[in-house]
């Protein structure tokens, strides 16, 4: 059935999405973690995006253009850390400076309300295509 | 004369609109999935097709008895091929899929999709009438 793919291509939306919000969110909660000095400080990370097709078999002129969609990758971003002059800090170097990681909480915060709303989409696509085959049900009453 | 209730060229071309507007579901799906793919394009399914598309798939138009009579165009639609949507502005990462535009096209679907089973669902009410000699 047709509209299962629709389906399926709306749960990998839904899953593509919902694992970049793990991401995002483990950025946030590091935001402020520091590591002893002279080791590597924690870095942003990301995901990225792959068109792939479903799995279902469909029609041969939609073959190539129903496309879900999966994670190909994750990505650590390579900014540099942001350097802070501590002396007093448990993790600072010989010269008194903390490196924080290259994480800015606003910058999370505009990903993280990005992926709720293509999650909604997908939510909101899925959704009609229960609907619509819920019509096609009614057909028999 | 022949009354052929149940294979009928309107049954025909509701049945091709549906799985149509469910491809175009399956498509619209595909575009929201991949909101944030780089590099991917917003795709469509066609629905107008041309003058010569339909006459040229026309098998049996409506019975005529006279040449002005005008054979009809009530016919399933040409088969479908998708493509990808011109004129939307890209992004930096050269994805150009339009929320906007996919979520009206997703209410346009349903909507377009609950209209044509309520006449399927009228046309089989009017078969069963007759069989119950206009009973309902």
Redesign the interface.
Known sequence: M??M???E??A??LT??RR?LEVLVGNLVNAGTTQPAGAEPYRRKDV????ASPEAT??A??E??????EISGLVTDRGDPVKKHEPNHPHADKDGYVYYPNVNPMEEMVNVL??T??YE??L???N??K??QQ??L??L? | MKLDFISNQTLDAMESY??R???R??????N???????G?KT?D?SFHATMQELLAARSSGLHTTRPEHHPGLIQPIP????FEVQGLSSRADLNNVD?DR??LK??E??FA??LI?QL??GK?RTIASSINEGRV
Not at chain 1, 48 to 51: E, H, L, R
Not at chain 1, 64 to 69: E, I, S
Not at chain 2, 25 to 30: D, F, K
Request: glycine content about 6%; charged content about 15%; overall charge positive.
């Open positions: 047709s509209l793919t629709a389906i291509v709306g990998s939306g593509a999405q970049r990225v995006f792959t068109a469909f029609g002129a939609l190539d253009a129903v496309q879900g969609v990005s992926a709303r293509s989409a997908n909101q696509a899925v009609m295509a609907e619509m019509k096609t009614e057909i009453r | 549906l799985s507007l469910s491809q579901q399956q498509i619209v799906a595909s929201l999935a991949n909101i944030d793919t780089p991917y795709r399914v088969g479908a091929a998708a929320l996919e979520m997703l209410s679907t349903s999709y609950s089973t399927v669902r089989f």
